[in-house]
Nanobody, 126 residues
Framework: QVQLVESGGGLVQAGGSLRLSCVVSDRTVSTYTMGWFRQAPGKEREFVASINWNGGVTDYADSVKDRFTLSRDHAKSTAYLQMNSLKPEDTGVYYC???????????????????WGQGTQVTVSS
């Protein structure tokens, strides 16, 4: 069973930064496409960012482009979401997701990801 564990969430003021980490238990993690999603209270889960199996392709939601950066370190089986210039509307539970890659691209649809972490809370105060 593949397990994903997120960390790095917390409370930050608007304009601040956080870095989320997602550790994947599977040794073949280098074959996975990774994604991050978030869910605010009363709202549906939404796509944030995705990175393909070799880190060569990344995709971002328009709302986070130029502020968030997704990267991965295969040696550490970890994906990182660097979040800068945070806004109150970035508040929510952030989930890491993974899927064995069948293409060289990324996925924006949550239904494409069979493996999920437990989530980490990010709160941005104004």
């Amino acid at each position: 069973q593949v397990q994903l564990v997120e960390s790095g969430g917390g409370l930050v003021q608007a304009g601040g930064s956080l870095r989320l980490s997602c550790v994947v238990s599977d040794r073949t993690v280098s074959t996975y496409t990774m994604g991050w999603f978030r869910q605010a209270p009363g709202k549906e889960r939404e796509f944030v960012a995705s990175i393909n199996w070799n880190g060569g392709v990344t995709d971002y939601a328009d709302s986070v482009k130029d502020r968030f950066t997704l990267s991965r370190d295969h040696a550490k089986s970890t994906a990182y979401l660097q979040m800068n210039s945070l806004k109150p509307e970035d508040t929510g539970v952030y989930y890491c997701a993974a899927v064995r890659a069948t293409t060289r691209g990324t996925y924006q649809n949550a239904y494409d990801y069979p493996y999920w972490g437990q989530g980490t809370q990010v709160t941005v105060s104004s």
